[in-house]
């Protein structure tokens, strides 16, 4: 009997640090006015980038435990934390 094996290539969020940090990275170039970023366009872009359902929600628990960004009330939206080191270096400021 001959087993064969299956070469899988590393993703590249695999990790909830790099999850986290291509999101937060997403977020600073989608944020809207008033501070906030629609969660339905964060999760498209993440998706497209490479990531997957359950990496996104990996990296997005992160970044809220890291206290990057919080939900919004209404759970439509995250906002950034104001003075929280984004992946480009830059730190939101109030809109």
Do not use: C, Q
């Not at 919080?70 to 939206?77: I, K, L, Q, V, W």
Request: glycine content about 12%.
């Amino acid at each position: 009997m001959t087993l064969s094996s299956k070469f899988v290539e590393p993703r590249p969020f695999s990790s909830p640090e790099a999850a986290a940090r291509k999101l937060l990275e997403i977020a600073a170039g989608i944020i809207d006015a008033r501070g906030r970023v629609s969660v339905g366009a964060w999760n498209d872009a993440f998706r497209k980038a490479g990531g997957n359902v359950a990496e996104y929600s990996a990296g997005r628990d992160r970044a809220i435990a890291d206290g990057a960004l919080a939900m919004h009330d209404s759970g439509g939206f995250v906002v950034l934390a104001l003075g929280a080191t984004l992946p480009s270096g830059s730190v939101p400021t109030a809109p």
